[in-house]
């Protein structure tokens, strides 16, 4: 396939996970991708080493995108290398939960400093390279809509993304930038592994009430988020879209 050939991304937080298979499927489709890492040098290296083994160009590059500057020298990084700068994902991310009375000042910090203010910083310095056609793509979670318990900072980090993706959708309309947001339900991924949720009975109950009767695999979010990156989704702006085998 070819949709995306000439665009060049950015993908956030594209060293393990539900990043790693966004950036995989974006070459796939013909774009260069800049692999973004905060701390995962070997599997962001890796996910390049991937896309270069199927013909694909792809750089990896370091960055905090919680920090401002770093969230800026990211993008200009897909500049100097490709040449432009046409979709950017921000799909960096941490989950913690914890019951309210466990709720932490540093907790909050940590997970609204990433999910949060790292979209607002990786979003600001993209709209300073985006043209028309551009695409922001965020990924949310459908935690925003299942409210889950002992969620209450990492679901309030999310219900904040999407706010901020229909406002930007309205506010980036005028110069032709779309964005949209993708929210996944429960993936098997390195980071719900490291959180403990693989194996857990928080899984069991995710997967019970997951009407298409399974897990997410980083691949089911990937294809829907080339969709959107694509000029096939050139009147699609300020959507929110499950990718959760059914759960709302
Ligand atoms: N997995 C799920 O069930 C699920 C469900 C709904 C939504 N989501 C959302 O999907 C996204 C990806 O989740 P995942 O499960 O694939 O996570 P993951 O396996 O833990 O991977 C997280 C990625 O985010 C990067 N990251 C963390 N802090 C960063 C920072 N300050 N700056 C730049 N990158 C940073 C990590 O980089 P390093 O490894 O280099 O540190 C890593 O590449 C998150 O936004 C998450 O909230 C996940």
Known sequence: MSKLNGKVAVVTGASKGIGAAIAKALAQDGAAVVVNYASSRAGADAVVAAIAAEGGRAIAVQADVSKAAQAQALVDAAVAEFGRLDVLVNNSGVYEFAPIGEVTEEHYRRLFDVNVLGVLLATQ?????????????????????????????????????NAISGVLANELAPRGIRVNVVSPGYVVTE??????????????????????????????????????????????????????????
Do not use: C
């Not at 310095?125 to 990492?154: E, F, K, M």
């Not at 719900?192 to 997951?210: C, D, K, L, N, P």
């Open 191 to 248: 980071g719900t592994h490291t959180a403990g949720i693989v194996g857990s009975e928080m899984e069991a109950g995710m997967v019970a009430q997951t009407p298409l009767g399974r897990a997410g695999r980083p691949d089911d979010i990937a294809g829907l988020v080339a969709f959107l990156a694509s000029d096939d989704a050139r009147w699609v702006t300020g959507e929110e879209i499950g990718a959760s085998g059914g759960v709302h």
């Open 125 to 161: 310095a993209a709209t300073r390279h985006l043209g028309a056609g551009g695409s922001i793509i965020n990924i949310s979670s459908v935690a925003a809509s299942v409210q889950p318990a002992t969620t209450a900072v990492y679901t309030g980090t999310k219900g904040a993304v």
